[in-house]
């Protein structure tokens, strides 16, 4: 086989089995760069749970980092040789979270097809083009392993924090210690919160104190969480029963906010009277725009927030294994892929 392009070849892992999550090796050469495009060697991918949702035939990975090789004509901002990441969208459908007045319905963001269409992936590569609009610079002082699992997991938990209008010194449960929770646990933290991890696996009470949560409590043992203090936000990042949603909703004080981070797999059903009496609300928290990426990313540089991760290299039975740890929820509390010519920094946690 003979590759005429000048900026080479990608090797990738195409999902060829979606139960097993079972890969091929594909080798292809680099496509010519359309004026907004970026060619991009990657030096790892965060994995997620929506990369459960790639279909046969697609590349998984949607918190990428690596280093720019080539820019398109019309690039302005991001120059060869400079580490950026890549996260959930690469297309102008992000445009729409850039306006105050515009929505994203549950049919758009939920449904197969829609979701799966506008979801970007590609980061189980050594290489992939992208939008440079949608692409991100690495604070300098934040290693590419820790600044993959911000780009989506990370960003959606400052996300919370920016839209329920949370200030230094509110008391913020953080429901589910899991990929997003660890992270949301030191988001708050570092905001300056008082933070109570709230979780029904006692065997994360350790982990949550650690990750920055002054208090921790048993979701399962309702008279003892009825005792807790009366929270200023919950974020929900972990599934709650559908009878749940009116309990947290009543540990909140009179003016707070249940933030639901994702997508529920039904819909919500809220006592209404809960929310008028105490002037409470619900807000949804699904992705975060391009702006509030940079944020996140700079805030966690700032402030030594890191995700706790499983490292594997990228190889065809590494990508697998990745994929089933994460169906079968026993990652802790991320798993990030690096390629074989990255060599992982190691990462100062802060906890």
């Not at 089995?17 to 080798?27: G, P, S, V």
């Not at 979701?115 to 991100?136: E, L, M, P, Q, T």
């Not at 200030?167 to 933070?195: D, S, T």
């Not at 990508?319 to 690096?338: E, G, M, N």
Request: aromatic share 10%.
């Amino acid at each position: 086989m003979v590759f005429l392009n000048s900026l080479g070849v990608i090797t990738s892992y195409q999902l060829r089995d979606t139960e097993a999550y079972l890969f091929n090796i594909e080798k292809i050469e680099v496509p010519p760069l359309q004026p907004s495009d970026c060619f991009v060697k990657i030096e790892c991918c965060s994995v997620g749970k929506l990369d459960l949702l790639v279909r046969e035939g697609q590349v998984p990975g949607h918190e990428i980092v690596g280093s720019v090789v080539a820019v398109g004509s019309d690039v302005e901002g991001i120059k060869p040789g400079m580490r950026v990441g890549m996260g959930f969208f690469n297309d102008d459908y992000y445009t729409k979270f850039e306006q105050p007045t515009s929505t994203l319905s549950y049919e758009d963001s939920t449904s197969d097809t829609s979701a799966n269409s506008k979801i970007a992936y590609g980061g189980f590569a050594d290489g992939v083009v992208w939008d440079a609009r949608y692409v991100y610079p690495i604070p300098k002082t934040m290693s590419s392993i820790a600044a993959a699992p911000i780009l989506f997991t990370g960003s959606i938990a400052y996300s919370a924090l920016c839209d329920a209008g949370i200030q230094p010194g509110n008391r913020v449960g953080v429901l589910g210690i899991g990929g997003i929770g660890h992270l949301a646990v030191q988001y708050a933290r570092a905001w300056g919160c008082k933070v109570i991890a709230l979780s029904t696996k006692l065997e994360k009470s350790q982990d949550a104190l650690k990750f920055g949560a002054q208090e921790f409590y048993d979701v399962g043992d309702e008279e003892l969480l009825t005792r807790a203090p009366k929270m200023d936000c919950i974020l929900i990042t972990s599934p709650v029963a559908l009878k749940d949603y009116d309990f947290f909703i009543s540990l909140l004080q009179p003016g707070g906010t249940l933030a639901i981070l994702g997508h529920p797999d039904k819909p919500i059903i809220i006592n209404s009277s809960y929310l008028i009496s105490e002037s409470k609300r619900v807000i949804g928290v699904a992705v975060s725009s391009p702006l509030t990426v940079m944020k996140a990313l700079e805030f966690a540089a700032e402030k030594n927030i890191v995700s706790q991760t499983e490292l594997l290299e990228m190889n065809e039975i590494n990508c697998t294994v990745a994929l089933q740890r994460v169906k079968s929820s026993s990652v802790r509390y991320k798993t990030v892929l690096y390629t074989p010519n990255y060599m992982p920094v190691v990462i100062n946690q802060s906890w």
